[in-house]
Antibody
Framework: QLVQSGEEVKKPGESLRISCKASGFSFTTNWIGWVRQMPGKGLEWMVI????????RYSPSCQGQVSVSVDKAINTAYLQWSRLRASDTAMYYCARQGSKGLAFDIWGQGTQVIVSS | DIQMTQSPSSLSASVGDRVTFTCRAS??????LNWYQHKPGKAPKVLIYAASSLQSGVPSRFSGSASGTDFTLTISSLQPEDFATYYCQQSYSMPYSFGQGTKLEIK
């Protein structure tokens, strides 16, 4: 399973790191992705990282806006912002990319991020 | 980047109905197409992978098919727990984009 960190309420300009801890499977076998759902909107594929070598692929809309990392020692992936904006308000899901069709087969419960002054 | 277009954006149906969702890719993606169900307050759940393969544990009333760049998800007989939003996703070329979703509502 994937267990994400809890809800965050932050101000514009602040930094933030949210986490996604894996258990029950080999963390280095599968890529871990992040998916965003902004209020009233659909799912948006943001970024994916290979825990083996931290190879990372961003969507064009997220490139330069967020960064991802992993800590293999504790089977945890991170999504972070250096300067939050109100438009970062969203639900963020981490998910495991499975081998079957490269679909996201295991999902975290989601982390709500609220950015408001 | 590959664009995924779902239709309709919303759909009203009754328990027991047969419903079909459509997803079109902007270019050829082979069968690298996945379908997800998303309910409010829950994490999305994969239903179909590789266009037509049923994910383990998913009821057999769900099925998927492909024809060129057009893909369909069919629910053969709607159950009360099926009312949700459904998304397609291509996993052919990164970024592995989602469609905009189809919201299935109770008639």
């Amino acid at each position: 399973q994937l267990v994400q960190s809890g809800e965050e309420v932050k101000k514009p300009g602040e930094s933030l790191r949210i986490s996604c801890k894996a258990s029950g499977f080999s963390f280095t076998t599968n890529w871990i992705g992040w998916v965003r759902q902004m209020p009233g909107k659909g799912l948006e594929w943001m970024v994916i990282i290979n825990p083996v070598d931290s190879d990372t692929r961003y969507s064009p809309s997220c490139q330069g806006q967020v960064s991802v990392s992993v800590d293999k020692a504790i089977n945890t992936a991170y999504l972070q912002w250096s300067r939050l904006r109100a438009s970062d308000t969203a639900m963020y899901y981490c998910a495991r990319q499975g081998s079957k069709g490269l679909a996201f087969d295991i999902w975290g419960q989601g982390t709500q991020v609220i950015v408001s002054s | 980047d590959i664009q995924m277009t779902q239709s309709p954006s919303s759909l009203s149906a009754s328990v027991g109905d047969r419903v079909t969702f459509t997803c079109r890719a902007s270019q050829s993606i082979g069968t690298y197409l996945n379908w997800y169900q998303h309910k409010p307050g829950k994490a999305p759940k994969v239903l179909i992978y590789a266009a037509s393969s049923l994910q383990s544990g998913v009821p057999s009333r769900f099925s998927g098919s492909a024809s060129g760049t057009d893909f369909t998800l069919t629910i053969s007989s709607l159950q009360p727990e099926d009312f949700a939003t459904y998304y397609c996703q291509q996993s052919y070329s990164m970024p592995y984009s989602f469609g905009q979703g189809t919201k299935l509502e109770i008639k």
